[in-house]
């Protein structure tokens, strides 16, 4: 088992900046490739970032991709999720998850089998 807490969300104005945090416990934590997914109200779920087990490889949404940074600390069992440049478009809920020996082809939320209960990002404009 592996349990996930997020932390880090909150309200923010568009151009604003947000780092979440995602503390892991339980299996070793070197083992599993850790994402980021989100879901706004009435929309499903979608994939932000992943990284590898090693931190050398990391994949993000298009949406994404050059405002955001996903990184690990292996020692802490932590993964990050820097957030630049918000958009209100970004507003969601933001779920940490693990997927045992996973890549960064695994962009999908039924890939994984541990996630947290999820931190709500607000960007007003």
């Known amino acids: 088992q592996v349990q996930l807490v997020e932390s880090g969300g909150g309200l923010v104005q568009a151009g604003g900046s947000l780092r979440l945090s995602c503390a892991a416990s339980?299996?070793?934590?070197?083992?599993?490739?850790m994402a980021w997914f989100r879901q706004a109200p009435g929309k499903e779920r979608e994939f932000v970032a992943v990284?590898?087990?090693?931190?050398?490889?990391?994949s993000y949404a298009d949406s994404v991709k050059g405002r955001f940074t996903i990184s690990r600390d292996n020692a802490e069992k932590t993964v990050r999720l820097q957030m630049n440049s918000l958009k209100p478009e970004d507003t969601a809920v933001y779920y940490c998850?693990?997927?045992?020996?996973?890549?960064?082809?695994?962009?999908?939320?039924?890939?994984?089998?541990?996630w947290g209960p999820g931190t709500q990002v607000t960007v007003s404009s």
């Open positions: 998850a693990a997927r045992y020996r996973g890549g960064m082809d695994n962009v999908q939320p039924g890939q994984y089998e541990y």
């Open positions: 339980g299996r070793t934590f070197s083992n599993y490739a």
């Open positions: 990284i590898s087990w090693s931190g050398v490889s990391t």
